[in-house]
């Protein structure tokens, strides 16, 4: 396993297009975390996910924003009408059962034209 | 959240020993000390962690204050490859959704 998947690397949006961001965790991890980098600023966290649940979902903006992470397939931030705001860098991090151990994937980066 | 205090940026030589300072005055007992790293363009990667002692790996060392109010990481012989942004983190529950990052030190070595 190469690590924390995330696709695409890159991705340009114009203003009202939704964004879906992609994230494979390492091989045995369950939990999946996402965390949004603005530009000169630290990341800050959005939202915790395990198979089939969202655990705490503290950091997310109330609307436009969802995330899910199915039974199969990889975890998938959706960000629907996207605003040039929404420009950032967007990260995902996995962990093992126990929550220990995170491993950051090298991120998506979204511009909105 | 307890909050932590880092300048903004340091210079080191190359092959030189680096000392990255950390203030957590408002530290509790039961805060874990975690340093990351972003290089450019990549997401964070862990550095180390502690709780009270002085702890070792591969990558760095990270001394802790006695009064644990501070925290020093400190990398043996800084190559180009240590260019990044440093952060210095408090957490005393598990789960990343527990880390939060502020702006960190961002590390120049200097050829």
């Known amino acids: 396993n190469a690590g924390v998947m995330q696709n695409p690397r890159h991705l340009v949006r114009r203003r009202g297009q939704e964004a879906r961001l992609r994230c494979s965790p390492m091989k045995g991890h369950s939990h999946v975390y996402w965390y949004r980098q603005l530009p000169e600023e630290g990341l800050k966290f959005m939202v915790y996910?395990?198979?089939?649940?969202?655990?705490?979902e503290s950091g997310m903006p109330k609307e436009r924003f969802s995330a899910e992470f199915p039974k199969e397939g990889p975890s998938i931030l959706r960000i629907q009408q996207v605003v040039r705001g929404d420009s950032a860098a967007y990260f995902c991090a996995s962990s093992p059962p126990g929550g220990r151990g995170y491993t950051f994937g090298s991120g998506t980066r979204l511009t909105v034209v | 959240d307890a909050k932590t205090t880092q300048p903004n940026s340091m210079e080191s030589n190359e092959e030189e020993p680096v000392h990255l300072p950390c203030n957590h005055s408002?530290?509790?007992?039961?805060?874990?000390i975690h340093w990351y790293r972003q290089l450019p363009s990549q997401g964070p990667e862990y550095v180390i962690h502690?709780?009270?002692s002085n702890v070792n790996n591969r990558m760095a060392s990270l001394a802790i204050a006695e009064d644990r109010k501070s925290s020093t990481l400190i990398l043996h012989r800084a190559t180009l490859r240590d260019a990044a942004v440093y952060y210095c983190?408090?957490?005393?529950?598990?789960?990343?959704?527990?880390?939060?990052f502020g702006t960190g030190t961002r590390l120049t070595v200097i050829p």
């Open positions: 408002t530290i509790s007992g039961t805060d874990y």
């Open positions: 983190i408090l957490s005393v529950k598990t789960g990343a959704n527990n880390l939060f």
């Open positions: 996910l395990q198979k089939e649940n969202i655990i705490d």
């Open positions: 502690g709780l009270t």
